[in-house]
């Protein structure tokens, strides 16, 4: 059973960024004789309890994991998936961003219209921001030290600065937000669905920069850069990972991934592009080596595992998933056609490198 953040056991939180700057990989070779690395599920975290799921976030050096479901947020440590804290009141909550030099964990309630801010240390709600309809995906951009919230009915991005809490500006951008990505230098990339694009914006400026086409791509939902390189990887609803020049546009490849994706990860140390597929598979796309771009591992994981989120320090991944009745949830529920999850089934899977 898990405890409120406010408890006061939770003082012991570290703060750090959310994205934290990853080892540098060496530059890409254009042949090599090494094996691309080989992942497999470590370990399943059984969390149980009610409600859906969406991005899950972690803070690495904390060892905290943010998992939103539904109505609440849990807080998990992230090595025994125990209940370290909760934060309540997240109407519809999608998505957690942290910004730990000014202590703040963000949340996008996307029932209710909002962003709630709380405490990095103890849990506690510090303000409630209105953002954009249907507030999504979320990121903390390092350079202007604001959060950019994409939302999914307004069409647009919300951006609140950190220190002071409050909303600076609001962007459209033509279609509806889904995932965002940063590469640390200003630049904020953000997959619109819908018009089956990356946006750019300056982070400087506040402003689009730049409608980069994905096709053969279509749909685009889960998104990660390799800052160093330039390389953004769009996961896409066509079973296809868009690999895109961040500064061109330019498309350079469209491997084949499983179905039904919804979230992207990518391992600056090995240079793999990952997307945890909704068919209950984890596609491993190589950028390095004599054929970069082209998928080296198929992982089977579980059925609605479609999110995910790496963990720099220790290179596993964490993806949330449950079972689900064989029928779909009755439509009053909200979720026409959408199977209901069985009673106390959720958990979280952890996929890690195979050590020799």
Known sequence: MSCSLALGTLSLFAVVPQNPTPASPAAPAAKTAAAAPTWKILRT???GGDGGWDYVTIDSEARRLYVPRATRVLVLDADTGKPVGEIADTAGVHGVA???????GFTSNGRADTCTVFDLKDGKVQKTIATGKNPDALTFEPTTKCIYIGNGRSNDVTVIAADKLEVIATIPIGGKPEAMAVDGKGKVFVNVEDKSEVVRIDAKKNAVEQHLPLAPGAEP????IDAEHHLLFAACSNEKMVVL???TGKVLASPTIGKRTDGAAFDAVSG???SANGDGTLSVVATRGEQPFTVVQMLPTAPGARTLVLDPKTRQLYLPTAEFETAPADASAGRRGRRAIKADSFRIVVVGLETH
């Open 245 to 247: 020049d961040a500064e």
């Open 221 to 224: 939902t889960g998104l990660a």
């Open 98 to 104: 942290l910004a730990p030099e000014f202590g703040c």
């Open 45 to 47: 975290f059984a969390v």
């Open 272 to 274: 793999c592009a990952i």
